[in-house]
């Protein structure tokens, strides 16, 4: 077959009105169907069904040290939460403070907490003129929504097969005093499905930022969260906190991480990771803001998943169920795209995402063309720092939600819409060439 | 019995070694007591042990709604928590937003925003000269410590039997633009158990603010927490977001609360209300914040409580707790102090606190001559902004943790520190007053 660039003005025309009267009868259909969000299915939060029950008595809420977790206290979280959350984001518990359901919410509090009290001593970011971030693209919305909604200049780096491009990051972080920190989903990246390689990782740990003050925000969203057939087959991901430390550059990264896909994405656990240094600062903050976090749903995830061993036996039911959704969103966007030209996509080794790169120009009017039809993709350019995708061409799949059937008529009018989408353009185009 | 004042120099030597010799004997005993934080006493987080299996089952995991609460969504809250928060703020459902454990870190939440976003488009605080905050003293400690953290200016506003000067806080807030807060536990008040008038209530209400982004963060952390004999007896609070509507100042209160010192202490749910502006602005600021807060731990609380009712039960068995130690604690100071004229105190309708003011000038060596003998009070001097008590005479008891036995002994100990630093104060007066 012919790719559509490859066609006739007037094969592509005929091959239009085929796929126009598909998407006609799948409008009709009146489908309520969503790819928008990476969160767990259903059948994922199910899978910690015993964690609900697992304690159940006054005397089942002590920690290991004799706290009463049901009571005020201990502001860093409790001892076996914070060695089980280091031994998920790979470092000591000493390096770990653990806080509530959300690590969104901490990288929030740490921006706020820069903004307001400065960082290790610094001058407060919002006393300077201008703070900038640097964004790897295509990367997390929300990310991207809280600095801009804290007024920070936003610089996009391109993402290549081993990361953000580290010239650029090397050229600005070095270069320039007013960038203070960069967002990274250093492992099966939201929503490219990359990780970065080791020679990315020591090139970060090797950063000479002009400013001191800056730091490197790590979110391991997806620390363990392999597709793999085999999850010892997942990727590795080289350990950034000793890299930065052998490198001379000890607290230059902040780790964040938590349960929300692992237990439950709106009751799991959340931690941050860092150097002494950066956590005592941290501290310095947070024991203004709160006396303590909810011990209890610490206690019940260290309860439950026991240790590290216990957590990678529920992902590798996680990625069960996810891997059959993964591999039906790569098979139809085959059968509907290949051979077409009109789209490339990664079929990743783990996260939440599949990553679509449409024709230029055509993101946003896909993503419409398939609410119009009753698909809710995430928003186009969302995956760019203040929604500007300057190709117009990224789109973020999101196939964990929907069940088998559905999603399979999800992707199937995504390559409808893709395809018509795609003829425009491209006798829009010839058409502009020929003036 | 004569005072210490109206005793003569020889009758106050013996008096000393008297005491001095019971003092020797305490400290000798090797003590470790504690009544320095108002926390929930073991007992008390035991009441709640049916909330533990409350939740047991995948399909005891959704809300009225349907909303699945292990995972994602639902900024505000499930629609029965905001209700049962509502119910014990005394405000509508659509008021509140319901959020994680800790009320203290929405109040935190709340001013951080208002530094960097402003309120409701007002010019953000961090940008302002000057941000003055009116503090009634005795006061939380932990409110003053988050204002100072902001480095916004605390004036001391003193308290009466109605609550704080309403003469002064007119003055300030209708006068002075800088002036953006004020700080207020409007029921039992921390420490001094005082229970705002009607007449005060109203006062606020009608107050006239010079600022157009000022606002009262009316801290009802004891809503529910009668000690009164008859539960029907407890005081009554005025409703103040009714009363500011009425007032044409709906704007102008923030409320907040939590089942901190109802359910568990450290694994409650808090949550704020205010008028739909108010919570729309917090909510703008919210989004970018978090997904959702722990939703299953506020359907835990409604399944476990039901309604207010449940939480009346509850608070009646607190209160039965709490009783025995603030009286133990009153006939103890009783039999201690009475008659001499060295401190006064209050035996409160609820709350967590008992207020206690030595002669001027010996609080602080009262609290470190006890801590020498093994009794850790909350420190002097914590209950004002700065840690600076003019009169040095404000000591904060907190009765609830320690068990009966230890509690008498605390507070003997107590009395005995209180006799040996007033005769030092009075014999060194004397002295003074010879040169």
Redesign the interface.
Same mark, same amino acid.
């Given at each position: 077959m012919a790719t559509y660039h490859e066609m006739t003005n007037e094969e592509l025309l005929k091959e239009f009105a085929e796929v126009q009267a598909k998407y006609s009868r799948m409008k009709d259909a009146g489908l309520k169907l969503d790819m928008s @969000?990476g969160?767990?299915s259903?059948k994922q939060? /199910?899978l910690?069904?015993g964690m609900?029950?697992v !304690?159940?008595? *006054?005397d089942? =809420?002590f920690a290991s040290d004799g706290t009463? =977790? @049901?009571?005020?206290?201990v502001l860093k979280g409790i001892p076996e939460a914070r060695k089980l959350m280091g031994d998920i984001m790979g470092v000591p518990a000493d390096n770990v403070v653990v806080c509530?359901?959300?690590s969104? %919410?901490i990288m #929030? /509090?740490m921006i706020?907490h820069s903004? !307001? /009290?400065g960082v290790c001593g610094h001058k407060?970011w919002?006393k300077l003129d201008k703070v900038k971030f640097l964004c790897p693209v295509p990367g997390y919305d @929300?990310h991207f %929504?809280?600095t801009e909604?804290?007024g920070v200049e936003m610089i996009t780096i391109p993402m290549n097969d081993e990361g953000p491009d580290m010239d650029l990051v090397e050229k600005y972080v070095n270069n320039d005093p007013a960038v203070k920190g960069i967002w990274c989903v250093p492992k099966y990246s939201n929503p490219s499905g990359i990780t970065y390689s080791v020679a990315t990782v020591r090139r970060f740990a090797a950063l000479e930022p002009a400013a001191a003050d800056f730091r490197i925000f790590w979110d391991n969203a997806y620390c363990l969260h392999d597709l793999t057939d085999d999850l010892e087959e997942g990727d590795d991901l080289m350990d950034i906190l000793s890299a930065c430390k052998e490198a001379g550059h000890p607290d230059m990264v902040y780790l964040f991480a938590s349960t929300?896909k692992i237990s439950? %994405?709106?009751?799991g656990i959340a931690a941050i990771a860092s150097s002494e240094t950066n956590i005592n600062n941290f501290l310095s903050?947070l024991k203004?803001?709160? !006396?303590? #976090?909810?011990?209890? *749903?610490m206690l019940r995830h260290v309860r439950y998943f026991k240790n590290l061993d216990g957590v990678r036996r529920q992902m590798k039911k996680h990625a069960e169920i996810m891997r059959a959704n993964f591999n039906l969103v790569d098979s139809v966007l085959k059968k509907g795209l290949d051979g077409t030209g009109t789209g490339t996509w990664n079929l990743p080794r783990g996260g939440y995402f599949i990553s679509f790169n449409s024709l230029p120009g055509c993101a946003r009017e896909i993503v419409s063309k398939a609410k119009e039809a009753g698909l809710i993709l995430t928003e186009a350019g969302a995956t760019f720092p203040y929604h500007h995708d300057p190709e117009d061409s990224n789109i973020r799949i999101a196939p964990s939600v929907p069940m088998y059937e559905d999603l399979k008529k999800a992707v199937k009018l995504f390559t409808i819409c893709v395809k018509l989408v795609s003829i425009d353009k491209i006798l829009d185009e010839r058409k502009n060439a020929e003036k």
């Open positions: @969000r969160k767990p259903s939060v /199910d910690s069904e609900l029950s !304690i159940q008595t *006054n089942d =809420c009463d =977790c @049901r009571n005020y206290g509530g359901n959300s969104l %919410a #929030y /509090d706020a903004w !307001i /009290d407060p919002s @929300r %929504a809280i909604h804290f929300s439950f %994405a709106g009751g903050m203004y803001k709160i !006396i303590s #976090y909810d011990k209890m *749903n």
